[in-house]
């Protein structure tokens, strides 16, 4: 079997600062994919990545960018932190084609002061 | 885009029973349905899932009937046990595009209750 880590697990950030969320996976998928979940609203899309140097859209892309240097790594930049931001940061891998199962990290929770 | 929806945000069910969470999506081409299962303080895991080729499918306990024409799907819990206790997402997608682009409904939360 595999496994995704996140890191860090927690993670807090002033207004307006820039950070970094890392997703590493040894499960050899092509797909990696990083959602946010918010309490009540479900996960929401940020950036996926079908290959290596391959960048995609979710639908909360805007205030994010993402980075996929190699294949079993994904990392997501928040470009300016929102004051009183709160939210569980998930990344996802998946083989890619035609559905099938994501895996998902253990998450990193966000706090701005 | 595809909007998924899940209409109860918790249930409430006595140990033994059946559970049944309802979800609708609106975008015709979505043909992949997948379930993920979030247990407290925990991450998302895959639970079962469904393609649009067939309109029941079974696991154990748990069945996902999938009505097409209405933009329906469900999942049904029989013989429910205190490890249900969990949010359940249900999930869509086109599911032949690379990327398998899942729109999640906001999650129902089963609690079982002795």
């Known amino acids: 079997g595999g496994i995704i880590t996140q890191t860090p697990k927690f993670l807090i950030g002033q207004e307006g600062q820039k950070l970094t969320l890392k997703c590493q996976q040894n499960f050899n998928h092509d797909t990696m994919y990083w959602y946010r979940q918010d309490s009540g609203k479900g996960l929401r899309l940020i950036y996926y990545?079908?290959?290596?140097?391959?960048?995609q859209k979710g639908d909360l892309s805007e205030g994010y960018d993402a980075s996929r240097e190699k294949k079993s790594s994904f990392s997501l930049t928040v470009t300016s932190a929102q004051k009183n931001e709160m939210a569980v940061f998930l990344c996802a891998s998946s083989p890619g084609l035609g559905g099938g199962e994501q895996y998902f990290g253990p998450g990193t929770r966000l706090t701005v002061l | 885009g595809e909007k998924v929806e899940q209409h109860q945000s918790t249930l409430s069910v006595r140990e033994g029973d059946s559970a049944v969470i309802n979800c609708t999506y609106t975008?015709?081409?979505?043909?992949?349905f997948p379930w993920y299962k979030q247990e407290a303080g925990k991450s998302l895991h895959f639970v079962i899932d469904i393609r649009s080729n067939v309109d029941r499918k079974q696991s154990q306990r748990l069945t996902v009937l999938l009505d097409k024409k209405a933009k329906r799907f469900s999942l049904h819990i029989t013989a429910t046990q205190p490890e249900d206790s969990a949010i359940y997402f249900c999930?869509?997608?086109?599911?032949?595009?690379?990327?398998?682009?899942?729109?999640f409904g906001i999650g129902t939360r089963v609690l079982v209750r002795p």
């Open positions: 990545s079908i290959t290596e140097n391959d960048l």
């Open positions: 999930a869509a997608s086109i599911g032949n595009s690379a990327g398998n682009k899942l729109t």
């Open positions: 975008d015709t081409a979505s043909s992949y």
